[in-house]
Protein backbone atom coordinates (compact mmCIF):
# COMPACT_ATOMS: atom_id res chain seq x y z
CA UNK A 1 0.00 0.00 0.00
CA UNK A 2 1.97 3.10 -1.19
CA UNK A 3 0.65 6.29 0.90
CA UNK A 4 1.91 10.13 0.12
CA UNK A 5 2.08 12.90 2.29
CA UNK A 6 2.50 16.48 1.42
CA UNK A 7 4.16 19.15 3.39
CA UNK A 8 5.58 22.62 3.09
CA UNK A 9 2.80 24.88 2.22
CA UNK A 10 2.06 27.89 4.62
CA UNK A 11 1.06 31.65 3.57
CA UNK A 12 3.51 33.52 2.08
CA UNK A 13 3.76 37.16 0.71
CA UNK A 14 3.99 38.05 -2.79
CA UNK A 15 7.47 37.01 -4.21
CA UNK A 16 8.41 34.52 -1.46
CA UNK A 17 8.75 30.91 -2.21
CA UNK A 18 8.38 27.75 -0.83
CA UNK A 19 9.38 23.75 -0.77
CA UNK A 20 7.29 21.04 -0.83
CA UNK A 21 8.17 17.63 0.53
CA UNK A 22 6.40 14.39 -1.11
CA UNK A 23 7.57 11.37 1.13
CA UNK A 24 6.03 8.04 0.33
CA UNK A 25 5.72 4.82 2.48
CA UNK A 26 4.66 1.31 1.91
CA UNK A 27 6.80 1.22 -1.21
CA UNK A 28 10.14 2.53 -2.76
CA UNK A 29 9.63 5.43 -5.18
CA UNK A 30 12.18 4.15 -8.09
CA UNK A 31 9.93 2.68 -9.87
CA UNK A 32 7.38 5.09 -9.94
CA UNK A 33 6.71 9.18 -11.53
CA UNK A 34 5.61 11.68 -9.25
CA UNK A 35 3.70 14.66 -10.31
CA UNK A 36 2.39 17.72 -8.82
CA UNK A 37 -0.82 19.38 -9.26
CA UNK A 38 -2.61 21.94 -7.94
CA UNK A 39 -6.40 22.75 -7.10
CA UNK A 40 -8.00 26.20 -6.26
CA UNK A 41 -11.42 27.02 -4.79
CA UNK A 42 -14.12 25.92 -7.48
CA UNK A 43 -11.73 25.58 -10.13
CA UNK A 44 -10.17 22.08 -11.55
CA UNK A 45 -7.10 20.67 -10.92
CA UNK A 46 -4.20 21.52 -12.91
CA UNK A 47 -0.66 19.83 -13.37
CA UNK A 48 2.17 22.16 -11.85
CA UNK A 49 4.86 19.41 -12.39
CA UNK A 50 6.38 16.23 -13.10
CA UNK A 51 9.53 13.93 -12.56
CA UNK A 52 10.28 10.46 -13.99
CA UNK A 53 12.28 7.76 -12.06
CA UNK A 54 15.29 8.28 -13.68
CA UNK A 55 14.61 12.55 -13.12
CA UNK A 56 13.05 13.22 -16.40
CA UNK A 57 10.78 16.73 -15.53
CA UNK A 58 8.29 18.57 -17.26
CA UNK A 59 7.19 21.91 -16.00
CA UNK A 60 3.57 23.69 -16.77
CA UNK A 61 4.63 26.33 -19.07
CA UNK A 62 2.19 28.98 -16.87
CA UNK A 63 4.79 28.36 -14.94
CA UNK A 64 7.80 27.60 -16.30
CA UNK A 65 10.93 28.82 -14.44
CA UNK A 66 9.80 29.61 -11.56
CA UNK A 67 9.57 25.26 -10.25
CA UNK A 68 11.85 23.24 -9.20
CA UNK A 69 11.08 19.68 -9.27
CA UNK A 70 13.40 16.89 -7.83
CA UNK A 71 13.95 13.46 -6.11
CA UNK A 72 15.59 11.58 -3.62
CA UNK A 73 14.91 7.81 -4.15
CA UNK A 74 16.94 6.90 -1.52
CA UNK A 75 14.81 9.15 0.79
CA UNK A 76 11.78 7.80 -0.87
CA UNK A 77 11.08 11.67 -1.05
CA UNK A 78 9.90 14.53 -4.08
CA UNK A 79 10.28 17.73 -4.01
CA UNK A 80 8.74 20.96 -5.47
CA UNK A 81 10.18 24.16 -5.34
CA UNK A 82 8.02 27.13 -6.24
CA UNK A 83 9.48 31.15 -6.25
CA UNK A 84 8.19 33.87 -7.00
CA UNK A 85 5.02 33.26 -5.60
CA UNK A 86 2.11 35.25 -6.99
CA UNK A 87 -1.65 35.36 -5.25
CA UNK A 88 -2.91 33.22 -8.07
CA UNK A 89 -0.72 30.28 -6.79
CA UNK A 90 -2.82 29.99 -4.12
CA UNK A 91 -4.45 26.39 -4.00
CA UNK A 92 -3.80 23.07 -2.45
CA UNK A 93 -0.90 21.57 -3.80
CA UNK A 94 -1.11 17.59 -4.24
CA UNK A 95 1.54 15.00 -5.16
CA UNK A 96 0.71 11.75 -7.04
CA UNK A 97 2.01 8.60 -8.09
CA UNK A 98 2.13 6.02 -11.20
CA UNK A 99 4.61 2.87 -10.66
CA UNK A 100 6.25 2.65 -14.42
CA UNK A 101 9.36 0.28 -15.59
CA UNK A 102 12.02 1.16 -17.68
CA UNK A 103 11.08 4.24 -19.07
CA UNK A 104 11.46 8.65 -17.79
CA UNK A 105 8.38 9.15 -18.98
CA UNK A 106 6.14 11.57 -16.95
CA UNK A 107 2.40 12.46 -17.02
CA UNK A 108 0.70 15.73 -16.89
CA UNK A 109 -2.44 14.49 -16.17
CA UNK A 110 -4.36 13.76 -13.14
CA UNK A 111 -5.97 10.89 -14.93
CA UNK A 112 -2.71 9.18 -15.28
CA UNK A 113 -1.58 8.96 -11.72
CA UNK A 114 -3.26 6.43 -9.29
CA UNK A 115 -1.96 7.15 -5.96
CA UNK A 116 -2.78 10.73 -4.33
CA UNK A 117 -1.25 12.43 -1.22
CA UNK A 118 -4.02 14.85 1.17
CA UNK A 119 -2.50 17.86 -0.47
CA UNK A 120 -0.62 20.90 1.20
CA UNK A 121 -2.41 24.47 1.33
CA UNK A 122 -0.40 27.76 0.30
CA UNK A 123 -1.97 31.05 0.30
CA UNK A 124 -0.16 33.80 -1.42
CA UNK A 125 -1.29 37.06 0.21
CA UNK A 126 0.07 40.36 1.27
Known amino acids: QLQLVESGGGLVQPGGSLRFSCVAS????????IGWFRQAPGKEREVVSC???????KYAGSMKGRLTISRDNAKNTVYLQVDSLKPEDTAIYYCAARRHLFSSTCWMTPRDYDYWGQGTQVTVSS
Open 51 to 57: IGESGYT
Open 26 to 33: GVTLDNYA
